[in-house]
């Protein structure tokens, strides 16, 4: 069964940083590419980042790329969305998932049940 607990979220000011946490269990981490979503308020999912199983390819949406970097430990069976020059506009749930979102994969297969994010003065 498919566990994913994601950790880290909070209030922080514009131009502040935070670091996600998603720890896995249930499932051979180490053989999967993990990816991070979130969900504002009144708005649609967006994808955010990527990370493949082999090689640790990395990929990022453009609204967060060179600000955002994602990471995985598979000794500790753990993603990390490390979260830099924060803008309000990354204000949301943030949810770490299994697999990768069409195109790029045949869809999430496993969610955690979310961090929340908010950007503020």
């Known amino acids: 069964q498919v566990r994913l607990v994601e950790s880290g979220g909070g209030l922080v000011q514009p131009g502040g940083s935070l670091r996600l946490s998603c720890a896995a269990s249930g499932f051979t981490f180490s053989y999967y590419a993990m990816s991070w979503a979130r969900q504002a308020p009144g708005k649609g999912l967006e994808w955010v980042s990527s990370?493949?199983?082999?090689?640790?390819?990395?990929y990022y949406a453009d609204s967060v790329k060179g600000r955002f970097t994602i990471s995985r430990d598979n000794a500790k069976n753990t993603l990390y969305l490390q979260m830099n020059s924060l803008k309000p506009e990354d204000t949301a749930l943030y949810y770490c998932a299994r697999d990768l979102p069409p195109p790029y994969g045949s869809g999430y297969s496993g969610w955690g049940q979310g961090t929340q994010v908010t950007v503020s003065s």
């Open positions: 990370i493949y199983s082999i090689g640790s390819d990395t």
